[in-house]
T-cell receptor, first 112, second 116 residues
Framework: DQQVKQNSPSLSVQEGRISILNCDYT??????FLWYKKYPAEGPTFLIS?????DKNEDGRFTVFLNKSAKHLSLHIVPSQPGDSAVYFC???????????FGKGTRLSVIA | GAVVSQHPSRVICKSGTSVKIECRSL??????MFWYRQFPKQSLMLMAT?????????EQGVEKDKFLINHASLTLSTLTVTSAHPEDSSFYIC????????????FGPGTRLTVL
């Protein structure tokens, strides 16, 4: 049973436009959510996070939105750049030193 | 800050041999580290949780005698794949937990293991 779902395996966006990556979760005990970016043959890189007490967190071109009632979060990248092309993982965590639960990832391709 | 390194980045070994992978938190102390494995086109799969000074906690289905984890210091955890087989070929990633108001895991760059 997948607790964190990224239903779109891939996404193509034109350079300069907005990229929206979606993530759904089922476990209501999750209270901390993160997005990681991963290039091939490299470890994931932390991108941005959001606590369940917030509904939005912004860092430069990256904004994460959290809708707790819908158990849904999304990552917005604007404007998208070719260097953003990577696999993006959504991850969720409960309280304390609990390991992250990852989605399967969405491959973003930003086309110049 | 919050850099995690892994060594080696790539290793090729013969079937039946053992391989040790090191995970280091370079600029912070981590009482908790995690080991993940990624199969092609799949998500990261948690293998075990490594706590400094105590035994690792393994996820269901992960053989603890095959994947030996040692977390002897606050900055180093090691994963030893014993008697490696071709099916152990995979991408192994560690992460270290930076404790604080919002615990965040920082990942190492990964180790590509190929068993011939």
């Amino acid at each position: 049973d997948q607790q964190v779902k990224q239903n779109s395996p891939s996404l193509s966006v034109q350079e300069g436009r907005i990229s929206i990556l979606n993530c759904d979760y089922t476990n209501s005990m999750f209270d901390y959510f993160l997005w990681y970016k991963k290039y091939p043959a490299e470890g994931p890189t932390f991108l941005i996070s959001i606590s369940s007490i917030k509904d939005k967190n912004e860092d430069g071109r990256f904004t994460v939105f959290l809708n707790k009632s819908a158990k849904h979060l999304s990552l917005h990248i604007v404007p998208s750049q070719p260097g953003d092309s990577a696999v993006y993982f959504c991850a969720a965590s409960g309280a304390g030193n609990t390991p992250l639960v990852f989605g399967k990832g969405t491959r973003l391709s930003v086309i110049a | 800050g919050a850099v995690v390194s892994q060594h080696p980045s790539r290793v090729i070994c013969k079937s039946g041999t053992s391989v040790k992978i090191e995970c280091r938190s370079l600029d912070f102390q981590a009482t908790t580290m995690f080991w993940y494995r990624q199969f092609p086109k799949q998500s990261l799969m948690l293998m075990a949780t490594s706590n400094e000074g105590s035994k690792a906690t393994y996820e269901q289905g992960v053989e603890k005698d095959k994947f030996l984890i040692n977390h002897a210091s606050l900055t180093l955890s090691t994963l030893t794949v014993t008697s490696a087989h071709p099916e152990d070929s995979s991408f192994y990633i560690c992460s270290a937990l930076l404790a604080g108001a919002t615990d965040t895991q920082y990942f190492g760059p990964g180790t590509r293991l190929t068993v011939l």
